[in-house]
């Protein structure tokens, strides 16, 4: 049991890291963005997309970290 929690849990934080780089990644793209602050459409439109896609992220790398916590608590349980 613990071994097959062990590999679900090295899952989720491989899941966990790599929405936690692309926020990283969205947030820095946006910076730079609006450091420009160029009035070229390219730029207005990609702003939109991340400020939609951004929430959305936040929401799933909550949804990740309450996932590898509950799955520490059920290793620490069954030790």
């Given at each position: 049991?613990?071994?097959s929690?062990?590999?679900?849990?090295?899952?989720?934080?491989?899941r966990?890291?790599?929405?936690?780089?692309?926020?990283r990644?969205m947030g820095?793209?946006?910076?730079?963005?609006?450091?420009a602050?160029?009035?070229d459409?390219?730029?207005e439109?990609r702003?939109?997309e991340?400020?939609?896609q951004l929430?959305?992220?936040?929401h799933r790398h909550k949804?990740?970290?309450?996932?590898?916590?509950?799955t520490y608590?059920s290793i620490s349980?069954?030790?």
């Amino acid at each position: 049991m613990i071994s097959s929690c062990s590999l679900v849990l090295n899952g989720l934080l491989a899941r966990y890291g790599a929405i936690n780089d692309r926020l990283r990644l969205m947030g820095r793209e946006r910076f730079e963005l609006l450091r420009a602050l160029q009035n070229d459409r390219y730029n207005e439109e990609r702003l939109s997309e991340i400020d939609r896609q951004l929430p959305d992220l936040l929401h799933r790398h909550k949804q990740v970290h309450d996932a590898v916590l509950l799955t520490y608590c059920s290793i620490s349980c069954f030790w």
